[in-house]
């Protein structure tokens, strides 16, 4: 259940990343995408994140899972900031969609 919260974690981090103008130029190389759009990747962020705390706590309880939830963050944090800025920008998009599905398939195998 970790790796879902982690790619969970990720996969919200980067859609809030895609909120901001800044990151929608530097991820795809092009003008900001309408306002619209960029509060649904606003509310996508969130509700990643927000899922991915519920899974913690559901899954350690509320003296462990909120702890859990903070390394996870941390976790993907640290992977989003190293694959934006100096190694591959490009792969922090297709990761965010590919990752829950892993993690998801590693949270089902005993």
């Not at 306002?35 to 003296?63: D, E, K, Q, T, Y």
């Not at 900031?81 to 599905?101: D, E, H, N, Q």
Request: glycine letters at 10%; proline letters at 6%; hydrophobic letters at 60%.
């Amino acid at each position: 259940m970790m790796l879902l919260s982690i790619a969970l974690s990720y996969s919200g981090f980067t859609a809030l990343s895609l909120a901001m103008a800044k990151h929608q130029q530097e991820l795809h190389g092009k003008a900001q995408a309408g306002p619209a759009r960029m509060r649904v990747w606003g509310w996508l962020g969130w509700i990643a994140l927000s899922a991915a705390f519920g899974l913690c706590v559901w899954n350690h309880g509320w003296a462990l899972g909120p702890v859990l939830w903070l390394g996870a963050l941390t976790a993907a944090g640290l992977m989003i900031a190293f694959g934006l800025y100096p190694y591959r920008p490009r792969w922090i998009v297709p990761l965010a969609w590919v990752l829950p599905i892993f993690g998801v398939a590693a949270a089902l195998l005993p």
